[in-house]
């Protein structure tokens, strides 16, 4: 297999999201309404406990961090590397809002400027995430938080990458498994992107496999964060239980937590359970 490179990376996502930016907002599921609550109480907790004043969004994309961060704090700073995808960023509303075309990476932040570094279902889409995570250190003052989201858990991924594609499996495991393993397909068919280029994007996730607790926590601590805490998210079956039309949305919600708090009091033999996987930081 021929190898890839960081630049090449960074290209497919550009390539990539200029074609996805127009229907990004609409096809993506962390836009759906029990996740952006979701992502907005723990947004809203960070911010209040830093007492954050300055945000930076890194991967920003459309804004799906900025319209949710601007209502709880007064600056942002969003970063991304696909121009095309920051024309969609909304700035109205009651923060300053600025916004970089730039590679996370390299991105030159004012140093030790932010209580609240976030990239939100970003860090897959990297070749090395090092830089980045560097990136989000430098820029944080002390005692600030770096906090990431919806990033691929390597765990499931293995699991669901061992399963056949035309195996008698439930339709809650077939749909997964078309989803995770046959996603680049999808993306081909729907937006004319090629199946390389999409992967290529997608490097850490698709090519790499995602991403362990444990690799996360030593890059993390490596870097110079002085407190990790990763969490693991979505299980699977999640959404059927949240879409059950048997309940009410909220008994749906109710349900899905029980469960999920359930399956998370048994880790790490559930570890493989959990579709995605997020951190807290703290410098």
């Given at each position: 297999m021929r190898t890839i490179?960081?630049?090449?990376?960074?290209?497919?996502?550009?390539?990539?999201?200029?074609?996805l930016a127009g229907e990004y907002n609409s096809c993506e599921p962390q836009f759906r309404p029990e996740n952006l609550g979701r992502v907005d109480?723990?947004?809203?907790?960070?911010?209040?406990?830093?007492?954050?004043?300055?945000?930076?969004?890194?991967?920003?994309?459309?804004?799906?961090?900025?319209?949710?961060?601007?209502?709880?704090?007064?600056?942002?700073?969003?970063?991304?590397?696909?121009?095309?995808m920051l024309d969609r960023v909304d700035l109205s509303g009651p923060a300053k809002i600025e916004l970089h075309n730039h590679d996370t990476g390299s991105f030159e932040a004012e140093p030790e400027a932010y209580d609240v570094v976030t990239a939100y279902s970003f860090l897959h889409h990297l070749y090395d995430v090092?830089?980045?995570?560097?990136?989000?250190?430098?820029?944080?003052?002390?005692?600030?938080?770096?906090?990431?989201?919806?990033?691929?858990?390597?765990?499931?991924?293995?699991?669901?990458?061992?399963?056949?594609?035309?195996?008698?499996h439930h339709p809650t495991v077939?749909?997964?498994?078309?989803?995770?393993?046959?996603?680049?397909?999808?993306?081909?068919?729907?937006f004319g992107v090629s199946k390389d280029v999409f992967?290529?994007?997608?490097?850490?996730?698709?090519?790499?496999?995602?991403?362990?607790?444990?690799?996360?926590?030593?890059?993390?601590?490596e870097v110079g964060f002085s407190e990790v805490e990763v969490f693991h998210y979505w299980f699977i079956g999640q959404a059927g239980l949240v879409n059950d039309p048997r309940?009410?949305?909220?008994?749906?919600?109710?349900?899905?937590?029980?469960?999920?708090?359930?399956?998370q009091s048994i880790m790490p033999l559930s570890r493989h359970l959990f579709k995605y996987l997020g951190f807290f930081a703290k410098k």
């Open positions: 490179n960081y630049s090449e990376v960074v290209e497919a996502n550009i390539a990539l999201h200029t074609r109480a723990l947004l809203k907790s960070t911010i209040e406990k830093t007492k954050c004043k300055r945000l930076l969004d890194l991967g920003c994309g459309t804004g799906f961090i900025i319209n949710l961060a601007k209502e709880h704090t007064a600056e942002i700073t969003g970063v991304d590397v696909t121009q095309a090092r830089p980045t995570l560097n990136t989000a250190f430098k820029a944080l003052r002390k005692g600030g938080v770096f906090y990431a989201d919806q990033d691929p858990n390597f765990y499931f991924w293995e699991a669901i990458g061992k399963l056949e594609r035309t195996g008698n077939s749909r997964e498994i078309e989803m995770t393993s046959y996603k680049d397909e999808d993306i081909e068919k729907s992967n290529k994007a997608e490097f850490s996730k698709n090519i790499k496999g995602g991403f362990t607790e444990e690799e996360l926590r030593e890059q993390l601590l309940f009410d949305k909220g008994q749906n919600l109710h349900h899905a937590e029980l469960t999920g708090d359930m399956l």
